[in-house]
Each structure stands twice: as structure tokens, then as C-alpha cells.
């Protein structure tokens, strides 16, 4: 047996690089209307392609609604962690949940869960179409420091099976977040379909922020714009998340000027910590 050793000076040890216990992130919750060409509120074949290069401004992009088109929503990111679709093949029976990620940190194994309840195919908001529900997945923003980053689509629509559809999933959203997450410090983002302005929604919403611990970036920085797509955070004892900033980024519309998304796109900028 040959053994071999190498001598080596204290000059040639590698000093360790410090890991992060601070810095900014900015992330994008963005429901980019990708249903197919004439389903969609918007145009999808045309606007995707732009939306994809503008999302590299961020460093975490949460997209609602990217069933047909993801593979021209990927085309242009350079994120280096990014979520692979529900399926592969976008079709009329597998529209899928619509929840992708693109991340400029890594993140573990994605979780996706469908609501348990929808309500319409061609009623209502025809919610039943899709899988709609909420993904989670941990993420690592240095070392050993991770947060619990979940995007959700709540059932839309105001008839009242839509409304007692959305009901039940925010319950089921709850529950599991208090299962899985129980300690850990959160962002949820995505699109709520919560209008805090109307009766059948603030009640849910206030729920929801209290009985998860959620604190809405936009009222904690007095935004004035409330919206149903929103960025809430839960900070942990091993993690502080303050909001910076709150916006909707005026990029994302076409040479004319017009949205590329029947949905503007939100952006908060985050500080985060560890205490």
C-alpha cells in the first residue's frame, strides 16, 4: 500500500469564506396570463416572449397563470434555479397548477398541492380547468439561512361556489402551512384573489394574515395600492425579513404601452437578517 503526504505551509491553507448573515433580495410575484391564444385575457403568443428577458432584474420571480407557454416565459431568463413545469406538454386535461419559479438562489425539492375545491368549466371563473393550488419550496439565501417561499393561486371569481371554493382552499392553505412551516420564517406571494375592499374577501384575507402570521408587504410600507396579487412575509427567530420597498415595475408593457399581462406584476425589495 503506497501512502502519500504532502507537506504544506500555514500560507497555503485556504482562509474560509464568511458566509452571509445579511442583504437584499428583490422579488416579483407576476401572473403572466398564459392560457392559450383566445382564452387568455391577454395575448400570450405575442407578450411572453417579451415578459421573459425582464424578469432577470430579479432575484426570485414567482409567475401565476404559466400553463401554455412556459418554455417561451424560460426562454430569455437567466436564472440559474429554476422549477420545471407540472407537465412537460401543456394540454387540454393537463393544464396544470401554472406556479413556476425562477431563482438566483437554490432552492429544494418543490411542492406542489391542488386546492381542494374548485367550482366552473364554463361558468363562473371556469377555475376547474386548471389545477390551481400552491407550491412551496425551501430556499437558501447563504449558508445555512433559508426561508419557506410559497406561490399561490387562490380560486377566482365571485359567484358564491367560487367564493366558498376559495374559502376551502385558504383553510386547506393554512392548515398545511401550519404543518409544514410551523416555525420556519415565510414569504407567500402569488395571486390571492382577495379584494380586501369587498365584504366576502376581508374576512378570509384578515384570517389568513392572523392565523399564519403574515404581515403584507404593501401595508407595512403604507403602499396605497392594495392589490389581490400580493407579497406577505413571516419572520422566525433565526430570520428577520423587512420590506424596502413596494412597486409595481413600469417595464412589463409592449411598445405601445400596454400591459403584457392582464395583471401588473408587483416587486418588493427585501433586507434580510439573521438576528
Given at each position: 500500500m503506497l501512502h502519500l503526504f504532502f507537506a504544506c505551509s500555514p500560507d497555503d491553507v485556504d482562509e474560509p469564506v464568511p458566509v452571509a448573515t445579511s442583504g437584499e433580495f428583490t422579488l416579483l410575484t407576476y401572473n403572466v396570463a398564459g392560457l392559450p391564444e383566445g382564452l387568455s385575457h391577454s395575448h400570450p403568443e405575442a407578450n411572453t416572449p417579451q415578459i421573459s428577458p425582464l424578469l432577470n432584474d430579479y432575484d426570485l420571480v414567482l409567475a401565476q397563470?404559466?400553463?401554455?407557454?412556459?418554455?417561451?416565459?424560460?426562454?430569455?431568463?437567466?436564472?440559474?434555479?429554476?422549477?420545471?413545469?407540472?407537465?412537460?406538454?401543456?394540454?387540454?386535461?393537463?393544464?396544470?397548477?401554472g406556479l413556476n419559479r425562477f431563482s438566483s438562489f437554490a432552492f429544494g425539492d418543490l411542492t406542489r398541492v391542488q386546492w381542494v375545491a374548485c367550482n366552473g368549466f364554463t361558468d363562473c371563473a371556469s377555475d376547474c380547468l386548471a389545477t390551481k393550488g400552491f407550491s412551496m419550496a425551501l430556499t437558501t439565501l447563504a449558508g445555512e439561512t433559508a426561508v419557506d417561499v410559497y406561490n399561490l393561486h387562490a380560486e377566482a371569481g365571485s359567484c358564491e361556489a367560487d367564493i366558498d371554493a376559495r374559502n376551502a382552499g385558504l383553510e386547506q392553505f393554512v392548515d398545511a402551512i401550519a404543518s409544514h412551516s410551523p416555525e420556519?420564517?415565510?414569504?407567500?406571494?402569488?395571486?390571492?384573489?382577495?379584494?380586501?375592499?369587498?365584504a366576502y374577501d376581508s374576512v378570509p384575507l384578515e384570517n389568513l394574515l392572523s392565523k399564519v402570521g403574515l404581515?403584507?408587504?404593501?401595508?407595512?410600507?403604507?403602499?396605497?395600492?392594495?392589490?389581490?396579487?400580493?407579497?406577505?412575509?413571516?419572520?422566525?427567530?433565526?430570520?428577520?425579513?423587512?420590506?424596502?420597498?413596494?412597486?409595481?415595475?413600469?417595464?412589463?408593457?409592449?411598445?405601445?404601452g400596454n400591459d403584457l399581462s392582464d395583471h401588473e406584476p408587483v416587486a418588493v425589495r427585501f433586507h434580510w437578517a439573521v438576528p
Open positions: 397563470e404559466d400553463f401554455w407557454y412556459h418554455n417561451e416565459l424560460a426562454a430569455n431568463t437567466t436564472h440559474p434555479h429554476q422549477s420545471d413545469p407540472m407537465w412537460d406538454t401543456p394540454a387540454a386535461d393537463k393544464m396544470g397548477d420556519q420564517a415565510l414569504i407567500v406571494a402569488g395571486d390571492t384573489n382577495l379584494h380586501s375592499d369587498k404581515t403584507d408587504a404593501c401595508r407595512d410600507l403604507e403602499c396605497g395600492d392594495e392589490r389581490i396579487d400580493r407579497v406577505m412575509f413571516r419572520n422566525s427567530p433565526s430570520l428577520t425579513l423587512t420590506p424596502l420597498e413596494w412597486s409595481i415595475p413600469p417595464e412589463f408593457v409592449d411598445a405601445e
